[in-house]
């Protein structure tokens, strides 16, 4: 008999000290060893967990099945039958022992995470544990929250579809974003779920309630806080561009706000680029509402304005680091071509210039054939290339990358739309007028945009 067989049948209720101590080696020693005694072990740690009395023991037993579930993840599955059952019975007796639940909690945590899509069967008593452990009305919050949070999280990354059930937990929500506290961040992250999971359902029944209290979290919020908030906006704006601009109306006016006063928070000001661009981009009409409103506000031509605005963005164009939020403005203010508006060709070196960037950084060049690829672009063909050592996409996972396949920012070939748009605005002008608009542009950048634009 080896020393890891001895330990695993060492495991019983007769000497819970024993079995703690073991459970202790055994928690170090889990990765080397657990795959080839993995049946064992899983269901010796089930018969210890029914069989002991004392509460801290049974929280022991359950970190270890919470270890061995998180490290071999799918490979759990065969086995998790039993434990699958007794849970909501050893819920039920807990009640008095928070920490006990607790415990409880994080093993449905890594448990969620083993079965994916197939821990939907688990929603009958997985559904009702996060209501109580997130409901901010009941006592035993004070203990479960945060991990009652993350089990939400973790289920809506994993689930196949959005249930009534499911939807109806949101509820809690509004009171959980009233607290400011420092569960926040997974907040957010619970709302960005439920938007990519069922964006049309999730928003028809909460659109309203979140733009509400995303108003109200705006007045006092950090500025981390409230680049949060603008990323789950400018979320709805990439699942939703027809109605999201819409929905999230009251919140548009104070980010075109910032924009014009020239926003001092690099961060910030790179979050209200990215919302303003996609409503640009892809909502040309809200576009124009919301500019003549900010036109009225302002006591200024709504053309007046938006040569303000293209000024800032380009000025401020360096406060944006990400690629795809950069390769976002070039296609936003490209987007404002071809136009004989006087603004606009005013402001065409400026969009040139971020159209050079943009291309810059996107574009890679195959040495042999000299030619320039988008490496922004993506194809429902390509799959994500997962090592042993990572874990396998989440539902949440594909849909994101369904959702990023509809998304221009990789649908749309940079180096296509910007040859497009000059075209275009050749045709518009004249080739004496488009020339005479292609003189405002620096050489050296005209020189570096002929470069991308060989072979069109």
């Known amino acids: 008999m080896s020393f890891y067989q001895w330990m695993i049948l060492s ?3 007769t000497n819970s000290y024993q079995s703690i101590l073991i459970i202790s080696l055994l928690t170090q020693t889990i990765i080397v060893f657990l795959l080839q ?5 899983f269901t010796l740690l089930f018969q210890l967990l029914q069989e002991v009395r004392e509460c801290d023991t049974k929280m022991h037993v359950l970190h270890v099945l919470s270890c061995v579930i998180e490290r071999v993840n799918m490979q759990i599955r065969p086995y998790v039958g039993c434990l699958v059952q007794y849970l909501p019975l050893l819920w039920k007796q807990s009640e008095e022992h928070n920490m006990l639940r607790c415990a409880i909690l994080t ?19 997985l559904l009702p544990v996060i209501q109580l452990s997130t409901d901010v009305s009941q006592p035993p919050h004070v203990y479960l929250l945060e991990d009652g949070l993350e089990l ?19 509820q809690n929500m509004s009171a959980l974003l009233e607290l400011s506290s420092e569960n926040l961040r997974t907040c957010f992250k619970i709302i960005n779920g439920y938007i990519f999971l069922s964006p049309s359902e999730f928003l028809q029944v909460y659109a309203a309630e979140l733009c509400k209290s995303f108003c109200e979290i705006l007045k006092d919020i950090t500025t981390e806080g409230q680049v949060q908030v603008l990323k789950v906006v400018e979320n709805v704006l990439k699942v939703n561009p027809a109605l999201g601009p819409e929905m999230f109306q009251p919140l548009l006016p104070s980010v075109f706000r910032g924009i014009i006063s020239g926003e001092r928070y690099p961060v910030v000001m790179s979050t209200y680029l990215g919302v303003i661009g996609r ?13 003549n409103q ?3 506000e302002f006591g200024q031509e709504s053309d007046q304005l938006l040569g303000h605005a293209i000024e800032m963005w380009v000025d401020r164009m360096d406060n944006i680091t990400q690629p795809e939020r950069r390769k976002l403005s070039a296609l936003a203010l490209l987007s404002l071509l071809p136009s004989d508006n006087s603004i606009i060709q005013d402001k065409f070196c400026g969009i040139i210039n971020i159209s050079v960037e943009g291309l810059h950084d996107v574009m890679t060049e195959d040495t042999e054939t000299r030619t320039f690829k988008d490496c922004m672009l993506m194809s429902a063909s390509e799959e994500p290339k997962v090592t042993e050592d990572e874990e396998p996409p989440t539902e949440q996972d594909k849909r994101k990358k369904m959702l990023a396949l509809k998304d221009p920012v990789h649908s749309v070939s940079l180096q296509q739309f910007v040859y497009e748009k000059l075209k275009a605005q050749q045709e518009l002008l004249g080739e004496q007028g488009f020339q005479a608009l292609m003189e405002t542009v620096d050489t050296e950048i005209v020189a570096q945009l002929q470069d991308f634009l060989q072979g069109f």
Not at 160 to 169: F, S, V
Request: hydrophobic share 50%; with cysteine.
């Open 11 to 13: 495991l019983g209720p």
């Open 37 to 41: 005694y993995l049946e064992s072990v």
């Open 107 to 125: 093993t449905l945590i890594h448990l969620v995470q083993g079965l994916g899509a197939d821990s939907k069967n688990l929603y009958p008593f």
């Open 152 to 170: 939400w999280l973790v289920t809506l990354e994993n689930s196949p579809c959005l249930t009534p059930e499911l939807l109806r937990i949101f």
């Open 279 to 291: 409503v640009l981009l892809q909502n040309k009409s809200f576009f124009s509402l919301l500019l």
């Open 294 to 296: 900010m036109a009225c």
